[in-house]
């Protein structure tokens, strides 16, 4: 199934991207982060990846993840991700990409996450 995203702006500059399909090297992978792109030029300044819908991701997928991630860093932002099935969980687990990626069971935790920091 191909990868499509909608960004929903919350207040304090956070934005969540609700992700659904196989996060997977091509076109609707490129437009993903075209999409994340634009909502960062916007003024973003912490945002979540919603992956609940998410069933597969290969290198590509996570590399958009990990490439987020060192955007938000320079920014001085923050990045969380949440609803992440066994399947996804386990490559970043595999690739120990879990080790500095912020991961959340649910949405609700990420935004209270960012609340926090």
Request: with cysteine; hydrophobic share 45%; aromatic share 4%.
């Amino acid at each position: 199934m191909p990868l499509s995203a909608t960004i929903e702006s919350l207040p304090d500059r956070v934005s969540v991207v609700t992700l659904t399909g196989s996060m997977t090297l091509g076109s609707s992978l490129k437009m993903v982060d075209a999409q994340v792109q634009q909502a960062l030029a916007g003024g973003v300044t912490a945002l979540v990846f919603d992956l609940t819908g998410v069933d597969y991701s290969d290198s590509a997928g996570l590399g958009l993840l990990v490439y987020t991630q060192g955007l938000m860093q320079e920014k001085g932002g923050q990045f969380r991700l949440c609803g992440l099935s066994p399947r996804v969980l386990s490559l970043l687990e595999m690739t120990r990409t879990n080790t500095f990626l912020s991961i959340d069971p649910a949405r609700e935790e990420s935004l209270a996450a960012l609340r926090l920091q």
